[in-house]
């Protein structure tokens, strides 16, 4: 059993298009991290959010935390080709020293 | 990924050899991870350290043993391999309160 589930598992979209993922979890965690990872390397940290209902964005994604820090949601407007790859969502344990992931969502964007 | 250097790349073993993977970061930092990555499971972690000369038990630390004698490496260790073992493997290292930085990966094969 996943502490926390990714939605969708694979997505498959036009480039232009708008997408939406979602990390939802029964726990609550004190903050959530959203990595994107290419083929053949390790995830590359996005962005970490740590305030339930708070709203980051970088360029034409935006990240959101859920109101009781249960699930968070990135959303890509425009969607390009170089968006393409497996975007995980993690949160700490409670010590903070571990994290645990998520399922992951891989993307492609077709030109 | 510089900074995060993880050794061999590739790997194909029979069941029951031994082999240990290598992971060096030189960016000083505090804690060191063990990840194993799976279709469909995202990120599982092994085992991690907070310092150098400790180590503890992550979700998934059955088969492997690891090491950590010198701040800058963190060894993972398998015993007597078997096919479950087959995975992609992730060394990740970072400071406390700090985000993580990952390796480029082990592809392990376990025949």
């Known amino acids: 059993t996943q502490l926390l589930e990714q939605s969708p598992q694979f997505l498959s979209i036009q480039e232009g298009e708008n997408l939406t993922v979602y990390c939802n979890s029964s726990?609550?965690?004190?903050?959530l991290q959203w990595y994107r990872q290419e083929p053949g390397e390790g995830p590359v940290l996005l962005v970490t959010?740590?305030?339930?209902?708070e709203v980051k964005k970088l360029k034409r994604l935006t990240f959101q935390f859920g109101d009781a820090r249960k699930d968070s949601s990135l959303h890509i407007t425009a969607a390009q080709p170089g968006d393409t790859g497996l975007y995980l969502c993690?949160?700490?344990?409670?010590?903070?020293?571990?994290?645990?992931f998520g399922t992951g969502t891989s993307l492609t964007v077709i030109p | 990924n510089a900074g995060v250097t993880q050794t061999p790349k590739f790997r194909v073993l029979k069941t029951g050899q031994s082999m240990t993977l290598l992971c060096a970061q030189d960016?000083?930092?505090?804690?060191m991870y063990w990840y194993r990555q799976d279709p469909g499971m995202g990120l599982r972690l092994i085992h991690y350290?907070?310092?150098?000369?400790?180590?503890a038990k992550g979700e998934v630390p059955d088969g492997y043993n690891v090491s950590r004698l010198k701040k800058q490496n963190f060894l993972l260790g398998l015993e007597s391999a078997a096919p479950s073992q087959t995975s992609v493997y992730f060394c990740?290292?970072?400071?406390?309160?700090?985000?993580?930085?990952f390796g480029d990966g082990t592809r392990l094969s376990i025949l």
């Open positions: 990740a290292s970072r400071d406390p309160n700090q985000p993580q930085h």
């Open positions: 726990s609550v965690f004190s903050s």
């Open positions: 959010v740590v305030t339930g209902g």
């Open positions: 993690a949160g700490p344990t409670n010590t903070g020293n571990q994290f645990y």
């Open positions: 960016m000083n930092h505090e804690y």
């Open positions: 350290s907070v310092g150098e000369g400790t180590t």
